[in-house]
């Protein structure tokens, strides 16, 4: 066989713990909606499960099998939520997230990529974005809003659209409600606008390292340039960018990242925001896995959180709104069932990232619930569309449209 990809010796030794107990296919017992795992559901076979992936690695690493199309196809199918390493009771999640993005980094260097990832990539260095579209229309969504431009004049706090919110027109009024809740909460805030950028976590996560390298180093020059001090963004995939992905690179320095959701939660806490509308629907919660899952390891290993903490704020939001009754679905914060959008699925293979978001709409559904709401532009994105499909009859919100109306 070939001489195989070499694993650092950590990250071997991991793939070596393995018991295959199969613990990573599992969910909750006797219920309807119980797995976890979006990408063993579909395929039911180990090879598409944390011990199969473990098993795969080994098998490269010790050269057993080499780097073939039918590999990395199984590598990239994978929407990279996390959730088997939530229950795995053999490896630490940092483990698991940094195996996939070695693994996916070799991929890259072999070719051996999905064609529409490198076409994602090809705009990334083109267009400064992942949405395919011309850099020169990143700044439409904010036309008329009349918020500074941090390039030109200082703004005490940042706000990071991100490249699916800056392109993807149907979900502008997200970001536009976001803008006017900061400005009505008194918050003297900027944008950067067309000269915004992307993060690079998307890349980072396909497994385009030097790519993501590059975009985190132009962010950073860019936001000490113009003295931002607080970040605060929508996009649940640019949170775990700025917040762990940066630090894990040693460039986030002392910058406060918030997601909107934190910001939002703190400003009514403090009384600057006081939602008295009643907003009457019976909704439900979907917990992007940017958002929860893959950033709380991160911070609470630093001290900064106590366990499940970070899941609270979007809770806190829903719970502020008047006439709203908010009801939970079973798989729900660290065990939360992934929307399929991540890791690249929703672009490389979609009919797979609708399947899986049209069993979050039925998990919804079975609770009564008349809406989802959200807080990644990615899952509004693949939940909406799978909706569309499907003829769900579910409304899909981003939780600031919610909190706006509430005000």
């Not at 660290?334 to 672009?347: F, H, K």
Request: charged share 30%; hydrophobic share 35%.
């Amino acid at each position: 066989m070939s001489d195989g990809i070499k694993l650092d010796t950590r990250l071997y030794n991991f793939t070596t713990r393995c018991v295959r107990c199969a613990e990573c296919t599992f969910g909750y017992k006797d219920a309807e909606f119980e797995l976890f795992c979006p990408i063993y559901k579909k395929f039911n076979f180990f090879t598409y499960s944390l011990g199969g992936m473990a098993q795969l690695a080994r098998a490269l690493h010790e050269g057993r099998i080499d780097l073939t199309e039918s590999v990395s196809e199984i590598l990239y199918k994978c929407t990279s939520c996390g959730a088997c390493a939530e229950v795995c009771a053999e490896v630490d999640f940092r483990d698991m997230m940094e195996l996939q993005h070695e693994l996916r980094a070799r991929c890259v260097e072999a070719g051996q990529v999905p064609f529409t990832h490198m076409a994602v990539i090809e705009s990334l260095k083109k267009d400064d974005n992942v949405m395919q579209k011309p850099k020169a229309e990143r700044g439409k969504w904010a036309e008329g809003l009349g918020v500074k431009d941090i390039t030109k004049e200082k703004a005490e706090v940042y706000y990071h659209a991100g490249c699916k919110y800056c392109f993807d027109e149907e979900l502008w009024p997200a970001a536009r409600s976001a803008v006017n809740l900061l400005r009505r909460a008194g918050i003297d805030l900027g944008i950067a606008g067309k000269d915004e950028t992307c993060c690079g976590g998307h890349a980072f996560e396909l497994g385009y390292q030097g790519e993501f390298i590059k975009y985190a180093e132009n962010n950073m020059e860019m936001l000490k340039t113009a003295g931002i001090k607080t970040l605060v963004t929508s996009c649940a995939d640019g949170y775990y960018a700025f917040k762990v992905l940066y630090d894990m690179l040693g460039k986030k320095g002392d910058l406060e990242v918030l997601h909107i959701t934190e910001y939002l939660a703190r400003l009514i806490k403090e009384g600057r925001l006081k939602p008295t509308k009643s907003v009457a629907m019976t909704a439900t919660y979907h917990d992007p896995c940017h958002l929860g899952r893959k950033v709380e390891p991160w911070i609470r290993q630093e001290g900064k959180l106590k366990a499940g903490e970070i899941y609270q704020p979007p809770r806190d939001l829903l719970n502020s709104i008047p006439g709203l009754k908010f009801i939970e679905m079973r798989r729900i914060k660290e065990n939360a069932w992934c929307c399929g959008a991540g890791g690249g699925v929703i672009d490389a293979y979609s009919d797979f990232a609708l399947w899986t978001a049209g069993e979050r709409i039925e998990e919804a559904k079975s609770i009564g619930a008349e809406a989802i709401v959200t807080a990644c532009p990615w899952c509004k994105r693949n939940l909406n569309d799978a909706v569309k499909e499907s003829n769900g009859g579910l409304k899909i919100y981003d939780i600031v449209e919610l909190v706006e109306q509430a005000l």
